[in-house]
DNA sequence: GCAGTGCTTGGCGGAATGGCCAAGCAGTTG
DNA sequence: CAACTGCTTGGCCATTCCGCCAAGCACTGC
């Protein structure tokens, strides 16, 4: 593997990255809806705001969302919608892996 | 956010974290064009063998690749080629971030 | 200005991740 | 059986991640 390619996929690893991540996943899904403010995702996400603000921080840092201050509060949105592509293939593999789940329970 | 919402999540979550990282990555577009043995992998990632192994057994536990020992070697294949669909929107989301890269260096 | 709200950042402890080396294990070959 | 190959596993160390609390910062309103 040459530096190149190295780079290429030092890139796409951080992306999925900041996405791998329940609270960040759920964030996700729901700034598909339209923008929220950190206060509104903090409630949905039932964590500190700190913690949540730092998720945000990790989303925003990899492109994936945007914020814009409006008066007091920060709204944040979904600059790539074609991350929820993603959700398709992973419920395909989950749907396997819990399949393979129940198997290997039944064979023990 | 439900425990059922959560557990949706967290399997979601599962599946992006084993594709998030650069040799993970790299061995599941290697298999996309076909099988390969360990040795194979490991020559190309160019890693110790028991570092690919393990990252491996990290895909394989999320049903992305399977194994199949035949003789000495085991042979991986590509369970999920669905999965390739991610690179494209991850490039995408590359692309932008690159762009904002420059922008920020050239406002420096 | 000062108190209050919304958010971010710093810091800390605990958990998970990633790398290598060494040891173990299965299958092959002499 | 003994030596060898291909792979996995255990163990250790360094690094990163993640959660909360506390402090700081920006804006609003009295």
């Known amino acids: 593997m040459d530096a190149k390619t190295q780079a290429r996929f030092d890139a796409?690893?951080?992306?999925?990255?900041?996405?791998?991540?329940?609270s960040r996943l759920f964030m996700v899904d729901v700034l598909s809806q339209g923008e929220r403010c950190v206060c509104e995702l903090t409630e949905m996400v039932g964590a500190d705001m700190s913690t949540v603000s730092k998720h945000l921080a990790v989303l925003r840092a990899a492109g994936i969302v945007a914020d814009e201050k409006r008066g007091m509060q920060v709204y944040y949105t979904l600059k790539m919608p074609c991350v929820l592509r993603f959700f398709d293939c992973v419920s395909e593999v989950m749907a396997r892996s819990a399949a393979e789940y129940v198997e290997v329970a039944s064979i023990r």
């Open 12 to 22: 796409r690893a951080r992306v999925l990255k900041a996405l791998a991540h329940p």
